[in-house]
């Protein structure tokens, strides 16, 4: 039972372009959405969240929208740069503050 | 303290030994989570501490894996017998009990790579 879903393994975007990462989930107890990144032998950095009351948050250059109707939620990030490229994991909060995540999606931004 | 350190950062063993990882998190937080990263998949959580109480196991926590925080501080997992498909890289988190309206995310190790062969 996969409780979130992120559909696209990997995304390619021109440096300076928009980035838009989608996630999905099912389980409607979920209190909060947090998107980490993860660079190659490092843990997950968190990134951003998103509280399930809310359908926007916002943090420079990185926007969560969640749209609870569909269970749909994508991270956009603008301008895009090199540096973001790494493998960007989205996460519901469950009870005790477990978080259940997707299998991330590879984001290359090309210079 | 400059976050939560994972001890060691690769261990190959023989199948059937038995390994033990550590994990310091940061001083001031009072959860610690144990995640399993697989080739492909997002971590998965393992289990979960709340001071020295372990509140929480996981149904992938089968009984040839233990973890312990004695005195609320550092935690350890151990694997015992270990078999190929232990192989992973083993995330440990901390993060501070706040309230229930606090988005604060945890704070993620650099993970122990464990190869059984």
């Known amino acids: 039972d996969q409780q979130v879903k992120q559909n696209s393994p990997s995304l390619s975007v021109q440096e300076g372009r928009i980035s838009i990462l989608n996630c999905d989930y099912t389980n409607s107890m979920f209190d909060y959405f947090l998107w980490y990144k993860k660079y190659p032998a490092e843990g997950p950095t968190f990134l951003i969240s998103i509280s399930s009351i809310k359908d926007k948050n916002e943090d420079g250059r990185f926007t969560v929208f969640l749209n609870k109707s569909a269970k749909h939620l994508s991270l956009h990030i603008v301008p895009s740069q090199p540096g973001d490229s790494a493998v960007y994991f989205c996460a519901g909060r469950g009870s005790n503050y477990k978080l259940t995540f997707g299998k991330g999606t590879l984001l290359t931004v090309n210079p | 303290d400059t976050g939560v350190s994972q001890d060691p950062r690769h261990k190959i063993t023989k199948r059937g030994q038995n390994v033990t990882f550590r994990c310091d998190p940061i001083?001031?937080?009072?959860?610690l989570y144990w995640y399993r990263q697989t080739l492909g998949q997002g971590p998965e959580f393992l289990t979960y501490?709340?001071?020295?109480?372990?509140?929480?196991k996981s149904r992938l926590l089968s009984d040839r894996f233990s973890a312990e925080r004695p005195k609320g501080s550092f935690s350890t997992l151990e694997i015992q017998r270990t078999e190929q498909g232990d192989s992973a890289m083993y995330l440990c988190?901390?993060?501070?009990?706040?309230?229930?309206?606090?988005?604060?995310?945890?704070?993620f190790g650099s993970g122990t790579r464990l190869t059984v062969v």
């Open positions: 988190a901390s993060s501070l009990a706040l309230g229930r309206t606090s988005s604060y995310g945890y704070t």
């Open positions: 001083s001031e937080h009072n959860r």
């Open positions: 501490f709340q001071n020295e109480a372990q509140l929480e």
